[in-house]
């Protein structure tokens, strides 16, 4: 990369400023089901630059830019955390978890962890046997929701109530934001926590180059995204919109044990990511990918069958069907506690979807047969 500093000029749009919230951001635990206090920071962060808001019953928040207009296009992403819920108390006050979306039963042993209870946060450490305890060798029994526990230092089931914790809390890991080799931003569910930080940096750029757009914009930062697309399916319903555009991550591929030939060749800081899918509006796409070239924005592409996986399905499926695109941003380690994404990336996406935007009209008929 460095190599090539010459030739590409980058010029940053993430600013220190809003660099300290996207730290605080992320700093604040949001698991699936219970993200409000983070929409509550992020809807502090966007009210600057919007007219006006809406959050719904779930708690997915909306920033909204000319609310009278008639046609409305979306730009979302997902607020929710992976983390997990205490599922098994025993008798010698160890806890035995289920996942809250895809959390990584891998990663867990040894890492240190937040329990939400309503008394605060509990401290606790996902414990393991010792190297030298471990039996079987080559042979190794790997770690499993059957034989991973949280530790909380309780030697009863009544001491671990007695701190407030009970079946149905949730836990999350304490790790947190930085910045790596000054290139990266490093931290626990960047997916897709950075997708809301970015449109909210969309709207930051609108209302400072004084942009006025023909429609309404709607910037929508879901819920339960990491259980099933859940927050998007409401919000789509209750908004109606003409268009929308989805953020979220992708792999990034070029690190040890994932296979290019399934998973596609991607990489962190070669770029935004456009989707090729059924569910993904051919027009709609067109359009980004034609404003990544006009504007000198680098890109890669992926192609994934059916739907994407992502909330683009759930807006595209949604009121007799809605054209959707997709923005990925390339990420390595997902749903580990030290997700990376590239700096550049992130610039990257804001502009493409700012310049998208300035692109679309009002009216705008991307269906592909037009009537005749
Ligand atoms: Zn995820």
Redesign the pocket.
Same mark, same amino acid.
């Given at each position: 990369m460095a190599k090539n500093k010459a030739e590409t000029t980058h010029t940053p749009v993430v600013t220190d400023k809003s660099l300290e919230f996207f730290e605080r951001y992320i700093n604040n635990p949001s698991p699936t089901g219970f993200e409000w206090k983070g929409q509550e920071l992020w809807l502090d962060y966007l009210k600057p630059y919007i007219d006006d808001y809406y959050v719904d019953n779930y708690g997915t928040a909306v920033g909204i830019i000319n609310k009278d207009a008639e046609y409305k296009v979306v730009i979302e992403a997902h607020a929710d955390e992976?983390s997990w819920f205490v599922n098994y108390i025993t008798n010698d006050g160890l806890i035995y978890v289920i996942r809250n979306?895809?959390s990584d039963h891998q990663i867990a042993p040894s890492k240190r962890v937040n329990i939400h209870t309503d008394k605060g946060i509990v401290k606790a450490v996902f414990g393991w046997p010792a190297i030298h305890t471990r039996q079987g060798g080559e042979k190794e029994e790997a770690p499993t929701l059957k034989n991973i526990s949280i530790d909380c230092g309780c030697t009863s089931k009544e001491e671990v109530e007695n701190l407030g914790i009970h079946v149905g809390c949730v836990i999350t890991y304490e790790d947190e934001f930085m910045v790596l080799n000054n290139r990266y931003y490093v931290g626990r569910a960047l #997916?897709?926590r950075a997708g809301g930080f970015m449109i909210a940096e969309v709207a930051r750029l609108l209302k400072e180059n004084n942009i006025k757009l023909p429609f309404g914009l709607y910037i929508v930062n879901a819920v339960q995204?990491?259980i099933g697309l859940r927050g998007a399916e409401m919000i789509a319903h209750h908004i109606k919109p003409n268009v929308a555009i989805v953020t #979220?991550?992708t792999h990034d591929t070029s690190t040890p044990m994932i296979n290019k030939i399934v998973q596609g060749d991607l990489a962190c800081g070669r770029g935004p990511v456009v989707s090729y899918a059924p569910a993904v509006q051919t027009n709609l796409n067109k359009l980004l990918v034609e404003t990544a070239q006009k504007n000198n924005i680098p890109f890669q592409r992926q192609a994934s069958s059916r739907s994407t996986g992502t909330d683009t399905d759930a807006f595209a499926y949604s009121n007799d069907g809605v054209p959707s695109a997709l923005i990925s941003l390339p990420l390595r380690y997902?749903?580990t506690t030290v997700e990376m994404i590239h700096k550049e990336d992130v610039d990257n996406v804001i502009r493409l979807i700012y310049e998208c935007l300035l692109n679309i009209e009002a009216g705008q008929d991307f269906r592909y047969i037009k009537n005749r």
């Open positions: 992976i979306g895809g #997916d897709n995204e990491e #979220d991550v997902m749903h």
